[in-house]
C-alpha cells in the first residue's frame, strides 16, 4: 500500500488491457486449495474501502460465468439451443447466443433477448457447431464472462420445399417458400417425405396482410391430396375469435375441433406418434392408426389419423392463395 498509487494504476489498466484480448472459451484449470496463496491483513475500514473502489474500477472476479449451455436438441436442419443460469446471487435482464462452425474463427450472434431457449437454423447436416451464452445483468450494459463452449450437431435431413412451381419461390435452402404475384396457384409440396413420427413439424407465416384460404398440412402421399391433416383458415362461427378460425380436416373430413386462423406471425405445430399397428376391427377403415396433434396460438387439437398402410415417413405441403405470403418449415 505504500508504493505509488499512480504506478500501481498503470499496472493494473496494463493487466484489464491484456485480459480484454484473452478468449473466454474456456475456464481455466482450479488450483486445489493448498496451492493458493493467501494475503491476510487487518485494515481499517477506510483503507478497505478504497481497496474496494480501485478493484471495482477494473470489474469484478466471478468463480464461473453466471449462465451454462444446459441442452441441445437436434431438429432438421437445426438446433435448439437451452441454457440456464447457474448463479442464484446472478440477476438476468438479456442473454445473447452465438454459434460459429467449428471450422470458423468467429462466433455470430444469433440471439438477444430475455428467453432461456433457442432455435438455431440453417445448420448443415453432420457438422459440428459450437455454442455458447452470456448474459446481462439486470440495470448493467456489459456482458458476463462467455459460458463453456458446447458443440453440437443434426443427423436429421433438412426439410424442402420442391423447387420448380411457378407459384412459389424458394430460398437458397429451400426451407421459406414466398407466394409470388403469378397467376398459377395450387399446392406446394414438400421435396421428399422427411417428417418422421415422434418429431415436431413446425410451419411459420408471414404475410403483408391477413387472407383467408391458406392450408398447412401432411400427407402419406403427395398424389393423394385428400389423406392430410391441414389447418384450413376459413370463417366459421366463434364468438372468441371474431368469427376467425382455423377449420381441421382429416381424411378430407372435416372435424368439429377448430384451432386459431393461419394469419401472419402464426406458428403451427404438427406432433405424431404411432398408436397401433396391425388389423383394425373398426368400421372408421383404416389398419393403422396415428395419433396427431396441432398446435398453433396457445391452442391444440388432437385427433387419431387412421391409413390403410403404414408409412414411415409423410410429405408435408401448403396453399396460400393470395400473393405475399411467405411461410417457413422446420
Known sequence: MRGGVGEENEKLWS????ASHIQLDSLPEVPLLVDVPCLSAQLDDSILNIVKDHIFKH??????????????????????VRWCKVDDDF???DYRLQFRKCTSNHFEDVYVGS????????????????????????????WSPWSVPQIGHSTLVPHEWTAGFEGYSLSSRRNI?????????GVLYSRAPTYFCGQTLTFRSTSVSDSPENKVFLCNDRASYLDKFRPDTSDCNNDDDDNNCSAVFVNGKEMTNQLPAVTSGSTVTFDIEAVTLGTSNNNEGGHFKLRVTISSNNRE????????????????????????????VF
Open 15 to 18: 493487466f484489464t488491457k491484456k
Open 59 to 80: 470489474g469484478t472476479v466471478a468463480s464461473r460465468p453466471p449462465v451454462q449451455i444446459e441442452e441441445l436438441i437436434e431438429k432438421p436442419g437445426g438446433i435448439i
Open 91 to 93: 440477476t438476468a435482464q
Open 115 to 142: 428467453e432461456t431457449e433457442f432455435i438455431v437454423l440453417h445448420i448443415d447436416p453432420n457438422v459440428d457447431y459450437q455454442f455458447r451464452v452470456c448474459a446481462r445483468g439486470d440495470g448493467r450494459q456489459e
Open 177 to 185: 417458400a414466398l407466394r409470388n404475384d403469378s397467376e398459377s396457384s
Open 301 to 328: 387439437v388432437v385427433f387419431d389419423w387412421l391409413l390403410d398402410q403404414s408409412c414411415g415417413s409423410l410429405y408435408f405441403g401448403c396453399s396460400f392463395f393470395y400473393p405475399g405470403w411467405k411461410v417457413l
